[in-house]
């Protein structure tokens, strides 16, 4: 198996890759399970990234685990203390990557990349099984599916949208085309209805994660999110990115034959 792929597959947004680093540091420092192999991979990725001057010098300075260990357990001796350093390092360079947003979006989706069902089935897969230990990411998994089809339905059709679009932007532009708009069907309630609901969904995943995040500053009254959040956010997701690709599957089907 290709280690490198295999974990850039399970992470495949830049922040997924600098939380997945930063949890492995976590796990080495306080006696967990964790790869070598993973850390080196995705200690090259944020390095080489547009965001390396805000990578903590200790992982500049550390090429494996080991080097990392050695000076970890010279500068402290706790591993609560080993926690509250990594996060506070980590804090600069994760918080940059969110609002930059460039790098909330994966690699996956540059170009007109085959995205069928069974792609769809994998990623809901792979959020599904991070929603128990890491409800923030699966929710960030499930937002960059959706943005990922809706890309994906543009980029074949030729359409102009920025790049910086957001998750309610591109949903919109996406569902104009596939004629799925409600100000599309002001004749029909019941399709209006229904229609006007998908999009209240697509706008309610992109703000999910900013609500019941932790990297937005809210003080006292921030809400982490709980893997029923995360349940939530999965499900959806799944089942819009299906339907979203099933509708343009059957607009365009008879296409060019």
């Given at each position: 198996?290709?280690?490198?792929?295999?974990?850039?597959?399970?992470?495949?947004?830049?922040?997924?890759?600098?939380?997945?680093?930063?949890?492995?540091?976590?796990?080495?420092?306080?006696?967990?399970?964790?790869?070598?192999?993973?850390?080196?991979?995705?200690?090259?990725?944020?390095?080489?990234?547009?965001?390396?001057?805000?990578?903590?010098?200790?992982?500049?300075?550390?090429?494996?685990?080991?080097?990392?260990?050695?000076?970890?357990?010279?500068?402290?001796?706790?591993?609560?203390?080993?926690?509250?350093?990594?996060?506070?390092?980590?804090?600069?360079?994760?918080?940059?990557?969110?609002?930059?947003?460039?790098?909330?979006?994966?690699?996956?989706?540059?170009?007109?990349?085959?995205?069928?069902?069974?792609?769809?089935?994998?990623?809901?897969?792979?959020?599904?099984?991070?929603?128990?230990?890491?409800?923030?990411?699966?929710?960030?998994?499930?937002?960059?599916?959706?943005?990922s089809v809706?890309?994906?339905?543009?980029?074949?059709?030729?359409?102009?949208?920025?790049?910086?679009?957001?998750?309610?932007?591109?949903?919109?532009?996406?569902?104009?085309?596939?004629?799925m708009s409600?100000?599309?069907?002001?004749?029909?309630?019941?399709?209006?209805?229904?229609?006007?609901g998908c999009?209240?969904?697509?706008?309610?995943?992109?703000?999910?994660?900013?609500?019941?995040?932790?990297?937005?500053?809210?003080?006292?009254?921030?809400?982490?999110?709980?893997?029923?959040?995360?349940?939530?956010?999965?499900?959806?997701?799944?089942?819009?990115?299906?339907?979203?690709?099933?509708?343009?599957?059957?607009?365009?089907?008879?296409?060019?034959?």
């Amino acid at each position: 198996m290709d280690v490198k792929n295999n974990i850039l597959s399970d992470l495949p947004t830049l922040y997924d890759q600098s939380k997945g680093l930063q949890n492995i540091l976590i796990s080495r420092a306080t006696g967990g399970n964790c790869t070598d192999s993973d850390y080196v991979v995705l200690r090259r990725v944020v390095l080489n990234s547009k965001f390396s001057s805000l990578v903590p010098d200790f992982v500049k300075h550390a090429r494996d685990l080991n080097q990392f260990w050695q000076m970890i357990k010279a500068k402290y001796a706790s591993y609560a203390e080993r926690r509250s350093f990594i996060y506070s390092e980590f804090s600069a360079l994760i918080n940059a990557i969110e609002f930059d947003k460039t790098g909330m979006r994966p690699a996956f989706e540059k170009s007109i990349e085959i995205i069928d069902s069974g792609y769809i089935d994998d990623m809901w897969k792979k959020a599904i099984e991070r929603k128990a230990n890491d409800p923030e990411g699966a929710i960030t998994l499930s937002r960059s599916l959706i943005e990922s089809v809706c890309k994906h339905i543009l980029d074949i059709e030729k359409a102009l949208y920025d790049k910086n679009s957001d998750l309610s932007e591109l949903y919109k532009l996406t569902s104009k085309l596939l004629k799925m708009s409600a100000s599309q069907y002001e004749t029909n309630l019941v399709f209006k209805q229904i229609l006007g609901g998908c999009s209240g969904i697509v706008n309610g995943l992109g703000q999910l994660r900013n609500n019941v995040g932790d990297a937005h500053g809210q003080g006292v009254v921030n809400i982490k999110p709980k893997p029923r959040h995360a349940e939530l956010s999965v499900n959806l997701a799944g089942a819009m990115s299906h339907f979203l690709l099933s509708s343009y599957t059957e607009s365009y089907k008879g296409r060019g034959s």
